[in-house]
């Protein structure tokens, strides 16, 4: 199994020449299996340039399935999906998984995306791949050889946030993102759902010591504890803040390595970056 970043921004893209080595792209990672499966979890603008990368194979002739993992519906999440010739091309199939909430389901909030208010293509009705909504829940999904689990950890009824766990045989990554760890509850359900995990994605676009307004997100030192105590093999930091540039994330990534060794941690650190290929 492995795991390629296609978007490791949160908030909102971030284009520019400071930002070139980790890249701007807001949220999209793709999961490959050994036998071929493809799982993509959220579809922020990412997404559009893995779909071009997509189109070079059997989406192009209309072949393709691809499984989508939504994690939740704000913008850096979902804004890629309309883009890419993979949504538009009749028979490629999209079995897309997620959290309706009390706003409406998850197909009402891509097909407003579509609208004629914001779009020409008016509507899910009108793009050319087939394509299914499932709600998210706490039943395993099984893609091929891909065991994916889903776990809430967002109490908002208005906009309800998962995280995914994905298992190849002995192997797991789970991915983690915009949660605060308000109480023990939370934090303990997130330590058992990350435990032994070969490779954690988590969100920490913020340190501890950084003073910004900044709603429902964790910060670095979330991460580091998370892993150290859940004890994963690696973690990677992601939904990177659009002001950390290039420079920024090299000396955060060093400082906090130098962290994780005062910690007594094991665990390897890295930030994520756009188009980085991961053995899980």
Known sequence: MKLQFWGVRGYVPTPGAAYLRYGGNTCCVAVHGTAGELVVIDTGTGFCQLGDKLMEGEFRQGRGELTLLITHTYWDHILGLPFPGVVHTPGNRLNIY????????????????????????????NIGATH????????????GGLTVRALPFSRRKHSPIWAYRIEEGERAL???TDVRYIDDQIWSQAV?????????????PYTRDEQVEDYGHSRVEDALELALEAETRR???????PTRTDTALDALVMHYRAEV?????????????????VEV
């Open 192 to 204: 058992g759902f990350a435990h032994k995990a070969d490779l954690l994605v988590h969100s920490a």
């Open 132 to 143: 299914s909504f499932q709600p998210i829940s706490t039943e395993p999904i099984q893609v």
């Open 261 to 277: 060794v005062a910690l007594g941690g094991t665990f390897e650190l890295d930030a994520a970056r756009e188009g980085l290929l």
């Open 98 to 125: 997620g959290p309706d909430s009390t706003r409406g389901s998850l197909k009402m909030v891509y097909d407003g995306i579509l609208s004629p208010v914001y779009s020409p293509v008016y509507g899910l009705a």
């Open 235 to 241: 973690l990677f930091l992601y939904h990177h803040a």
């Open 174 to 176: 789970v991915y983690i």
